[in-house]
């Protein structure tokens, strides 16, 4: 079994690429992809209609698309809260998402803070965005909130993109609750992060439909066991999200 635990839907502000439902589930067929989790694209709109149509997508196809949520630490502490437990309470979604980049915020900042509480409350982790937008995507930022919230897993997703991996990994190193999510990565840092933690502290993460083969490929390069292979793309994902919600 093999999950995508970093796929979104709607349109990036960045890329300009929308993704839709069909999209997905073609591309899942054709690269062997069993589940894929689910968010907004990085977007200034409002983001609870594109909530609304993940959260459609899943009902539709349960065993194959579960949502996340990704909302502005921006919004007051009611509005943000309400759209978290909205989103977990009532559409079942398993994580939160926070945009250092789309949100223009970093994870350590004082307005953040919800998202991390709202993720101790709601049992579910949270998936910070890192490397690309710095320095707010810095992946040490995450340290703090890692720290004050020890029960909440957070999600490196792109683990330093590479160019901040090193610092990603020492953020894995001080915090037992950071977790690497390393779509992006060169192939030998994916092997350096599952090396250093083991592969119970890597998840399987392509952010893109096209990079799907892209990051299968890599993890298949890089000379890991049949055990170490199924730890990223199905058995850390399993431990971390409350799939049997
Ligand atoms: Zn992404």
Redesign the pocket.
């Known amino acids: 079994m093999i999950i995508d635990t970093?796929q979104?839907f709607g349109t990036s502000m960045f890329s300009g690429v929308t993704t839709t439902e069909a999209e997905l589930l073609a591309a899942m067929d054709a690269n062997g992809i069993d589940l894929a989790f689910v968010m907004p694209?990085?977007t200034l709109e409002d983001v609870r209609p594109i909530h609304d149509q993940i959260a459609e997508s899943a009902e539709k196809h349960p065993q194959r698309i579960r949502g996340m949520a990704s909302i502005s630490p921006w919004l007051s502490e009611s509005e943000y809260f309400a759209e978290a437990r909205r989103c977990v309470n009532q559409l079942g979604f398993v994580a939160l998402k926070h945009h250092p980049l789309g949100h223009n915020i970093a994870p350590n900042a004082g307005p953040s803070d919800k998202v991390f509480q709202a993720a101790d409350e709601l049992g579910v982790p949270v998936i910070v965005?890192t490397g690309l937008g710095t320095p707010w995507s810095l992946p040490s930022l995450c340290i703090p909130p890692a720290r004050k919230y020890p029960n909440v897993p957070v999600i490196a997703?792109h683990a330093g993109w590479g160019v901040y991996s090193a610092e990603a990994i020492v953020a894995a190193q001080v915090c037992d609750n950071i977790y690497l999510e390393p779509s992006w990565c060169p192939t030998y840092v994916a092997r350096k992060m599952i090396d250093e933690f083991g592969a119970e502290r890597v998840l399987w993460g392509s952010?893109h439909l096209s990079n799907m083969p892209v990051e299968l490929a890599k993890y298949r390069a890089i000379g890991l066991t049949e055990a170490q292979l199924d730890e990223v793309m199905r058995g850390t994902a399993e431990r971390i999200f409350p799939l049997s919600r």
Do not use: M
């Open positions: 970093h979104h694209q990085p965005h997703a952010d």
